[in-house]
């Protein structure tokens, strides 16, 4: 047990996970034989400060991450991504907006959407003026909404109504999500591909979700938790299942410029860029369709959101940590 | 099947379905020079004067080469989706047809590893590997995979290279090492430009490549329908 919630250490889990006895999908860790679920994968506050402090840029593969940390937090960044690789992931797509629930801390979620702002501003000034025109109008009010929102909701940890204005958060950041998620949809419908730009509007879109669920638990509302949690990953189902990397190859292809070398090598070389962003986002989505799981664990356990939420941020010591299933 | 395996096997899926549709367009672009090889020998056995005639050289000799070429490699690549396809179904019905026996330290139920409880094997959803022929949404005829593609009935239309009387009254005018080039340089040129785009066209929607493609795509979106019943 650890802040009085039946958590645990990735280590206790490494024989199984070595021998396939355990398997991981998304956020949590099953028997491979029964298909029971055994824990739920959890980064704490600890953990997403890591691994944001890192600097490494979103689906990055684990083992390139590296960091000019001081020695303290390069041995706690070394220790998750150990952890992370244990529990077999490979690459950075999944902790955009956290593994499992968030425990970030709305004003550095406020800090990471800055840092999107400036990287989409740039990149409008590269692409055409169909997209331009979609930033200068639409794209900045959106996010100053979402900023607006994100410091509410830090704020209201203050308020004496605090589990109200929480909900309301929730159900506004759940407006911005379906902005994006709208902009991610026609971005995908385009002739050109732009994986910067999708890569930021993903951040955008998983970053308002955690918020939401966050805001959710914070506000002890577990069973709206829950149906956002499915209507979330049936969202991201339905937008992110049809993208391969092929398909994102060739488009990339058939818009290289270059005519230096054949369209078939052009493919290739994408491929191996693509298949990295793919696997992320497969992560993802996979995180999103087990959140479900992990909400009905915490209700099982009767431990309320705001209390779990409260552990994760307090934790100083693990970065990933483990929720363990009821036992029936 | 529990909810963890079916979220399990949905990822396994489309992992497949992304791992093929690579393999499919690698491999018909890298197999496409061997065809070009075949045809071009072909060409070289065949008299100038013989290539001017209708569509009905290309018919007769070229055709049957490249319906046997698309026939074995179609072949060849469904049958490695399949494979895999029933390694993952294969795997999944193995691990629910025996009992959990974890042998590690962490004693997840308790302790206790009930062999009589051990899970009934095969639920409906994975009661038969599912095979590629018959979830097809294509047109499945007796000649099978090429069947499916629609092969067997597919007009070819082979360009007539360079057909025309203004053509061939020029040619009396030509050296015999020019008549060669026109060959080489010209037939040949315009015939690879013809295959290749028949069979790794992107462009060309009902391409060797896009056809298989649109298949396994087809299968998967059919079998992760069936997980979500």
């Known amino acids: 047990m650890i802040h009085s919630i039946p958590f645990s250490i990735p280590a206790e889990f490494a024989a199984g996970l070595n021998d396939g006895s355990l398997v991981r999908i998304g956020t949590l860790l099953k028997e491979a034989g029964t298909g029971k679920i055994v824990a739920h994968v959890q980064e704490t506050g600890l953990g997403q400060q890591l691994l944001n402090g890192s600097g490494a840029p979103p689906f990055s593969l684990l083992n390139t991450v590296s960091t000019g940390y001081a020695n303290v937090q390069l041995g706690q960044l070394k220790s998750m991504i150990e952890s992370l690789q244990l529990?077999?992931?490979?690459?950075?797509?999944?902790?955009?907006?956290?593994?499992?629930?968030?425990?970030?801390?709305?004003?550095i979620i406020n800090k990471n959407l800055k840092k999107i702002e400036t990287q989409i501003s740039d990149l409008s000034k590269k692409i055409d003026r169909n997209f331009q025109d979609l930033f200068e109008n639409e794209l900045?009010?959106?996010?100053?909404?979402?900023?607006?929102?994100?410091?509410?909701?830090?704020?209201?940890?203050?308020l004496k109504n605090s589990q109200g204005e929480w909900k309301k958060i929730s159900s506004d950041l759940a407006d911005e999500s379906g902005f994006f998620r709208g902009r991610l949809e026609t971005l995908l419908e385009h002739d050109k591909f732009d994986s910067n730009l999708f890569t930021a509007f993903v951040h955008y879109l998983t970053l308002c979700n955690a918020g939401r669920i966050e805001c959710l638990l914070l506000a002890d509302e577990l069973p709206a938790a829950h149906r956002a949690a499915c209507t979330i990953g049936q969202n991201y189902r339905d937008l992110f299942d049809d993208i391969t990397p092929f398909k994102i190859a060739k488009d990339l292809a058939q818009n290289e410029t270059s005519k230096n070398s054949q369209y078939y090598s052009k493919i290739r070389k994408h491929l191996n860029k693509?298949?990295?962003?793919?696997q992320g986002i497969r992560d993802i989505t996979d995180a999103a369709i087990t959140q479900p799981l992990l909400i009905n664990?915490?209700?099982?356990?009767?431990?309320?959101?705001?209390?779990?939420?409260?552990?994760?941020?307090?934790?100083?010591e693990h970065p990933i940590l483990l929720l363990r299933h009821k036992e029936n | 099947m529990s909810e963890p395996d079916k979220i399990y096997l949905r990822r396994q899926l489309l992992e497949w379905r992304d791992k093929h549709l690579?393999?499919?367009?690698?491999?018909?672009?890298?197999?496409?020079?061997?065809?070009?090889?075949?045809?071009?020998?072909?060409?070289?056995?065949?008299?100038?004067?013989?290539?001017?005639?209708?569509?009905?050289?290309?018919?007769t000799h070229i055709e049957p080469i490249y319906r046997e070429w698309v026939e074995n490699e179609s072949i060849f690549l469904l049958q490695s989706a399949q494979n895999d396809?029933?390694?993952?179904?294969?795997?999944?019905?193995?691990?629910?047809?025996?009992?959990?026996?974890?042998?590690?330290?962490?004693?997840f139920n308790g302790g206790k590893i009930d062999a009589a409880k051990a899970v009934a094997p095969i639920a409906l959803a994975v009661a038969a590997t599912p095979t590629i022929m018959s979830l097809s949404l294509g047109t499945a005829s007796a000649s099978g995979i090429i069947g499916i593609l629609g092969i067997t009935t597919t007009v070819i239309n082979w360009p007539i290279a360079l057909a025309g009387g203004s053509i061939i009254l020029g040619l009396s005018n030509l050296g015999f090492s020019k008549l060669s080039n026109l060959k080489s340089n010209t037939i040949k040129k315009q015939l690879h430009k013809f295959i290749q785009d028949q069979t790794v066209g992107l462009n060309n929607e009902n391409s060797i490549c896009n056809s298989l493609q649109s298949k396994i795509e087809d299968v998967t979106k059919t079998l992760i329908r069936d997980l979500d019943k």
């Open chain 2, 85 to 107: 396809l029933n390694k993952i179904y294969q795997h999944l019905i193995e691990i629910e047809s025996k009992p959990s026996n974890l042998g590690h330290k962490n004693n």
């Open chain 2, 22 to 59: 690579i393999n499919i367009h690698h491999h018909l672009n890298h197999e496409m020079n061997m065809l070009l090889l075949d045809i071009d020998k072909k060409l070289e056995e065949t008299p100038l004067t013989e290539l001017f005639k209708t569509n009905s050289y290309y018919k």
């Open chain 1, 297 to 316: 664990t915490l209700r099982e356990h009767n431990i309320s959101g705001q209390d779990y939420i409260m552990a994760l941020k307090n934790e100083k």
């Open chain 1, 87 to 107: 529990l077999q992931y490979a690459n950075l797509g999944v902790s955009i907006a956290g593994i499992g629930v968030s425990a970030l801390g709305f004003a």
């Open chain 1, 140 to 158: 900045r009010d959106h996010y100053s909404q979402v900023t607006v929102l994100f410091e509410k909701a830090e704020l209201a940890h203050a």
């Open chain 1, 274 to 278: 693509t298949n990295n962003l793919i």
